[in-house]
């Protein structure tokens, strides 16, 4: 079992930044790929990036590739999402979630794929 818990959101201008993080409870952090979705209000869950267990491998939505980037601490059970030049439309709660595989499979864009989720952190982009 892993609990995740995020941190780092809140409330942020066009073209800011803020770093979010997700701290994993347990020891075997470093087997598990880790990924970010988003959710934003009135519409479903998406798939923004995914790392694998050693952060060789990493997939990114179309929506963020080149201004967002996810890397991980295997010694500190924390997995982050680097978010600059954020966007209006990048308004959404983030969420963490750890696939039981050290890769993060064919299918890494899909919330299958994941086993364990987190609550949440709101991140909101002012105009």
């Known amino acids: 079992q892993v609990q995740l818990v995020e941190s780092g959101g809140g409330l942020v201008q066009t073209g800011g930044s803020l770093r979010l993080s997700c701290a994993a409870s347990g020891r075997t952090f470093s087997s598990y790929a880790m990924g970010w979705f988003r959710q934003a209000p009135g519409k479903e869950r998406e798939f923004v990036a995914t790392i694998s267990w050693s952060s060789v491998n990493t997939y990114y939505a179309d929506s963020v590739k080149g201004r967002f980037t996810i890397s ?3 010694a500190k059970n ?3 999402l680097q ?8 308004t959404a709660v983030y969420y963490c979630a750890a696939r039981n595989a050290r890769y993060s499979g064919s299918y890494y864009y899909r919330e299958t794929n994941y086993d364990y989720w987190g609550q949440g952190t709101q991140v909101t982009v002012s105009s």
């Open 83 to 90: 978010m600059n030049s954020l966007k209006p439309e990048d």
């Open 72 to 74: 991980r601490d295997n």
């Open 78 to 80: 924390t997995v982050y």
